[in-house]
Structure formats: structure tokens, C-alpha cells
């Protein structure tokens, strides 16, 4: 199940046929609503004037051609949030754009042609399983070396890691992806998870960026706590306290960037401001754990779950159908 809300979804291809499938497939999805373009322009004016929550787009056009609009897209300079979910028509395509394109973190590739059950099982798996994206920051300094067939930073920030991508070429969506909405690290078993803190259901900030990167916080903190349980190795748990570190910073990223824009909403982020400075601390602290020992893990995980506990509630938290009557 997706969220009660309207998701935007933008469909890019210079095949007038296949724009109209994409068009009408998604559109039959509930809570979806599609907006086309036939070119890699038009798709950066839609871009520049909607905010669209996934771009669907073949990679091979005139410029700008997919590849274009994704590193456009990561980089920030759309009006879009730079981390929705990008998935791309591979066709006949080099290997070398293919290789560039997951340097920028591309979501998933399409292999034509592609059923409309096939489609809409990527859509929603999409919509439901969040890929966590770097800062703006670091997409703006990738260098692509074609002869290397690799990608390189001017300067990686300190905080980052390297990216091993899980992305393959394929028709249709295996059934074990709708399945298995969290991710958890390869250290944990096949078990059904633990589950510490909760994203309450039909409840929304107000705003769905924000929504996203709260839901990502929760389970890093899940995943992390499953491997405390285990008593996993202690590479493997200092694996999770960064990605917890890497998410916290995400949150802080993402609500400054909103709150320039929906600064009139006073009440909310004087609330959010005050979750964050705390919610800060809380990452300062876990960055100086050593994962050796876990009678320093089990005290951090409280004061998380603490922490969550507080935040998911009026005025941080509302239910959506709350939201829709304010708006």
C-alpha cells in the first residue's frame, strides 16, 4: 500500500507511442497522477515547475537525453526534490551512458518492452522502497572517466561512502522485491525483522520530503537495532551507525532547504528546530561509539527510541487527512 496522497509522476520519451503507454499504464495507478513530455526540454520546464515525486524517462534522446535530466536532476538545479526515485528505458544504450547513469544513482533500469503489469510493479515498488541519495554537493563533483569505465570525485565528502549499486537490467519485478519494503544489512538474517521505532500509518509533517526522510531514519534505526540483537560483527554495526549519521544529515538538509521556502509555517519548525538540535546531538554521540562494545550500543539505541517517541506527535506529526483540510 502507497500513502493516501497524489504522487506526480513524470514520463519522458521522444516515441510518441510509447509516451502514450507510459501515460496510460501509470495513470491507472491509484493516487498517480502522470504528466508527459516528448522531449528532454520539455521535461526540464515540467521539471523546473512542478514538483514531481518520479521521472520515467528513456536515456537516448536529443539533448538533453535521460542522462542529462538525471544529472540535472541529483545535482539540484530542478525545482524537483533531487532525490525522487529516476528510472530509465535502457534500450540499445552504451554501456558507458549506462555505467554514467549509476554513478548519479539512477534507481532502476526498463528493458523494452515492458509489460504494463511489468510497469506498474516497478512504480510502486519505486514509491514504496526509498533509495537513500547523497547531498546535491557530491553529484556536482563527479568527474566520469568513459576509458576507465568508473567514476570519480574531485573531493568525496567525509561523510559518504562507497556505492556498490544493486541496480540490474531486467523485464520484470521479482516477486521477493514487493515483498521486502525494508532493506536490512547484509549481516542480518532472513528472519523477520525487529521492529524498535514506527512510522506512524496515514500521517504526514506536511510535507512529503520530509515524510521520506523521517521513514528512512526509522529504519536505519530498525536496521541497526537488529544487528544489536545478533550481536553482529562490529564492522557491520559501525556500517549502520554511519548510515544512521548519513540520515540524520539528510533530514537536517532536506528541512533547511523547506523551510526557506515554507518559513511562514512558524509553529512547525519551531518544533522541527527543536527535534533536529536534539536529534543532532543524538548523532554526534553515536559517531564516537566503538561498535566493540555493546554496553555503549543499548543505551544510544533508548535514547533513539526516546527521541522518536517524542517527535512522531502533534504538531510534528498530523494525520494526513488533518493535512488535506488545512491545505
Known amino acids: 500500500m ?11 520519451d521522444d516515441v510518441v507511442l510509447m509516451c502514450d503507454f507510459l501515460f496510460k499504464v501509470i495513470s491507472s495507478i491509484k493516487n498517480c497522477k502522470v504528466h508527459k513530455a516528448n522531449d528532454g526540454r520539455t521535461a526540464i520546464e515540467i521539471l523546473a515547475s512542478e514538483t514531481i515525486d518520479m521521472l520515467i524517462t528513456d536515456i537516448e534522446m ?7 535530466l538525471l544529472k ?15 528510472l530509465m528505458f535502457s534500450g540499445n544504450t552504451y554501456k558507458d551512458m549506462v555505467l554514467e547513469s549509476l554513478s548519479y544513482d539512477v534507481n532502476d533500469f526498463l528493458a523494452k518492452p ?17 533509495k537513500q541519495i547523497r547531498d546535491p554537493e557530491y553529484y556536482k563533483n563527479i568527474q566520469y572517466v568513459p576509458e576507465k569505465k568508473e567514476a570519480k570525485t574531485t573531493e568525496a565528502p567525509a561523510h559518504t561512502e ?7 537490467i531486467v523485464r520484470t ?24 521505532v514506527t512510522w506512524p500509518d496515514n500521517s504526514t509533517t ?34 549502520e551507525l554511519k548510515r544512521i549519521c548519513d540520515a540524520i544529515d539528510y533530514l537536517l538538509f532536506v528541512g533547511k532547504k523547506l523551510q526557506n521556502h515554507a518559513y511562514h509555517q512558524g509553529m512547525f519548525w519551531t518544533v522541527f528546530n527543536d527535534r533536529v538540535a536534539k536529534l543532532t546531538e543524538l548523532g554526534q554521540s553515536l559517531a564516537k561509539i566503538n561498535p566493540r562494545y555493546q554496553a555503549q550500543l543499548n543505551p544510544h539505541l533508548k535514547r533513539l527510541s526516546n527521541w522518536w ?19
Not at 562507497?162 to 540490474?168: L, W
Open 2 to 12: 502507497i500513502p493516501a496522497r497524489t504522487f506526480h509522476i513524470l514520463v519522458v
Open 62 to 68: 536529443k539533448a538533453p537525453n535521460g542522462l542529462e
Open 72 to 86: 540535472r536532476l541529483r545535482c539540484g538545479a530542478l525545482n524537483s526534490a533531487h532525490d525522487i526515485p529516476v
Open 114 to 130: 515492458l509489460s504494463a503489469d511489468g510497469l506498474k510493479k516497478k512504480v510502486l515498488f519505486h514509491l514504496q522502497n526509498e
Open 162 to 168: 562507497s556505492y556498490k549499486s544493486h541496480v540490474a
Open 173 to 196: 519485478v521479482p516477486v521477493a522485491e514487493t515483498k521486502a519494503p525494508l532493506q536490512l544489512h547484509e549481516d542480518c538474517s532472513e528472519a523477520e525483522p525487529a521492529v524498535l
Open 206 to 239: 506536511g510535507f512529503h520530503q520530509l515524510d521520506r526522510r523521517m521513514q528512512i531514519l526509522a529504519q536505519r534505526i530498525n536496521s541497526f537495532y537488529n544487528l544489536t540483537l545478533k550481536q553482529s560483527k562490529p564492522i557491520a554495526i559501525a556500517a
Open 309 to 327: 517517541v517524542q517527535t512522531i506527535s502533534r504538531p510534528f506529526v498530523r494525520s494526513v487527512d488533518e493535512s488535506d483540510q488545512n491545505e
